[in-house]
């Protein structure tokens, strides 16, 4: 079955620190993956997404991810957090049935100043 | 632009009460959805349109009742409902259902 493990429940960093969030997906095929952020009581905004080509992608607010096929893996990084970061980061996978996300269950990033 | 307009921000409404949310786009997608979802967890899917016409229910209970007038606008009309449906209601549209979905910034709700 499809599924993507964020293995990190909470993360703390201070600001100015490198961050990286860890994602992992199970999925035969090749992925369609998404970085979304969440500020409380905030819809999810669009960071980044890969589909195919170049495996280092770029996103908005100075975040990119990885794509490691050998290693199922689609990690976020920054290299200085600001504390307007602060948020929950949800990994996603794009299902087989055409409309379907697959969430993982999101990282929650708190920034000390 | 990306953007997706949800009203109302915040909703309050009795366990009797008939209310509606209201969704709306203006990027030319032709799918969008209905998402649920509760504190600290991600978005649970709940409805999908796709060219207006529902595509997927995922078995959701009838006291939520999805609506697509046009391309533009989705309502979910709720009626009924019982203190667990209380949440953040999120729309999101996507040029189609393959497509990247963009999320509006949801309704809070809560049944009393």
Known sequence: ?113 | DTEVTQTPKHLVMGMTNKKSLKCEQHMGHRAMYWYKQKAKKPPELMFVYSYEKLSINESVPSRFSPECPNSSLLNLHLHALQPEDSALYLCASSQSSQETQYFGPGTRLLVL
């Open chain 1, 1 to 113: 079955a499809q599924s993507v493990t964020q293995p990190d429940i909470h993360i703390t960093v201070s600001e100015g620190a490198s961050l990286e969030l860890r994602c992992n997906y199970s999925y035969g095929a090749t992925p369609y993956l998404f970085w979304y952020v969440q500020s409380p009581g905030q819809g999810l905004q669009l960071l980044l997404k890969y589909f195919s080509g170049d495996t280092l992608v770029q996103g908005i607010k100075g975040f990119e991810a990885e794509f490691k096929r050998s290693q199922s893996s689609f990690n976020l990084r920054k290299p200085s957090v600001h504390w307007s970061d602060a948020a929950e980061y949800f990994c996603v996978n794009r299902g087989s049935t055409l409309g379907r996300l697959y969430f993982g269950r999101g990282t929650q990033l708190t920034v000390w100043p």
